[in-house]
T-cell receptor, first 109, second 114 residues
Framework: GQQLNQSPQSMFIQEGEDVSMNCTSSSIFNTWLWYKQDPGEGPVLLIALYKAGELTSNGRLTAQFGITRKDSFLNISASIPSDVGIYFCAGGSQGNLIFGKGTKLSVKP | KAGVTQTPRYLIKTRGQQVTLSCSPISGHRSVSWYQQTPGQGLQFLFEYFSETQRNKGNFPGRFSGRQFSNSRSEMNVSTLELGDSALYLC?????????????FGSGTRLTVV
C-alpha cells in the first residue's frame, strides 16, 4: 500500500534555529497537508498544498509541494518554544489521507 | 463556528466489551473520516463517510464499524475489544470528499482497554 517516509523522526531545536523536515512517497499525490499535534489534542492543519511546485507560507512556516508530486518539505524559521510538538505530513488523492509517522520537535536541553 | 466535537474524551473498557464513539463535524461539512493513532503505527485510516455512505475503508477487521446520520454526525463502534485497540481515535471532517478539501480534526477519544 501507499507509504510516506517522513524524516527526521525527531529533532532538538534551540530557540532561534531554523528547522527542516520532509516527506517522500513512492506514490503520486494531488494534495499535501502539514499538521501539528500537541499532546492530548488532535492534529491541527498548518499548510495545505494543491499543486506541484507550489510554495506556501504561513507565518514562519513554509512548505513546498515537490515537482514530482511524490515529496514535500516543511521549514520553520526562527523557532520558538511553542513550536515543540509532533509534525505530520499527509498526502492525499481522491481517497483518504495517508500520514507520515511524524517528526517530533523537542527543545534542546 | 464550532470545531469537530468528539465524545467522550476518555474511555476505559474491559477486553471483550464493545464501545461506541461519537463525532459531530463542523456545521456544513458532509464528510467524516476516522483514524486510529497509536505510538507504534501512527495515524491509520479506518473509514470515511460522505452523505451517510461509507466511501472508503482502511485495513481494519470487521470489529470496527461506523455509520453516518443525516445530520452528518458519525459514530464508530468497536466490538469484542482487544488490548491492542487501546489508542487515540480521531475524527476529521471535511466540506467535501477527498483530500483537496482539507481535513479538520477533533481532539480525539482516548480509549484504554484493560
Amino acid at each position: 500500500g501507499q507509504q510516506l517516509n517522513q524524516s527526521p523522526q525527531s529533532m532538538f531545536i534551540q530557540e532561534g534555529e531554523d528547522v527542516s523536515m520532509n516527506c517522500t512517497s513512492s506514490s503520486i499525490f494531488n494534495t499535501w497537508l502539514w499538521y501539528k499535534q500537541d499532546p492530548g489534542e488532535g492534529p491541527v492543519l498548518l499548510i495545505a498544498l494543491y499543486k506541484a511546485g507550489e510554495l506556501t507560507s504561513n507565518g514562519r512556516l513554509t512548505a513546498q509541494f515537490g515537482i514530482t508530486r511524490k515529496d514535500s518539505f516543511l521549514n520553520i524559521s526562527a523557532s520558538i518554544p511553542s513550536d515543540v510538538g509532533i509534525y505530520f505530513c499527509a498526502g492525499g488523492s481522491q481517497g483518504n489521507l495517508i500520514f507520515g509517522k511524524g517528526t517530533k520537535l523537542s527543545v534542546k536541553p | 463556528k464550532a470545531g469537530v466535537t468528539q465524545t467522550p474524551r476518555y474511555l476505559i473498557k474491559t477486553r471483550g466489551q464493545q464501545v461506541t464513539l461519537s463525532c459531530s463535524p463542523i456545521s456544513g461539512h458532509r464528510s467524516v473520516s476516522w483514524y486510529q493513532q497509536t505510538p507504534g503505527q501512527g495515524l491509520q485510516f479506518l473509514f470515511e463517510y460522505f452523505s451517510e455512505t461509507q466511501r472508503n475503508k482502511g485495513n481494519f477487521p470487521g470489529r470496527f464499524s461506523g455509520r453516518q446520520f443525516s445530520n452528518s454526525r458519525s459514530e464508530m463502534n468497536v466490538s469484542t475489544l482487544e488490548l491492542g485497540d487501546s489508542a487515540l481515535y480521531l475524527c476529521a471532517s471535511s466540506a467535501g470528499q477527498g483530500a483537496r478539501y482539507g481535513y479538520t480534526f477533533g481532539s480525539g477519544t482516548r480509549l484504554t482497554v484493560v
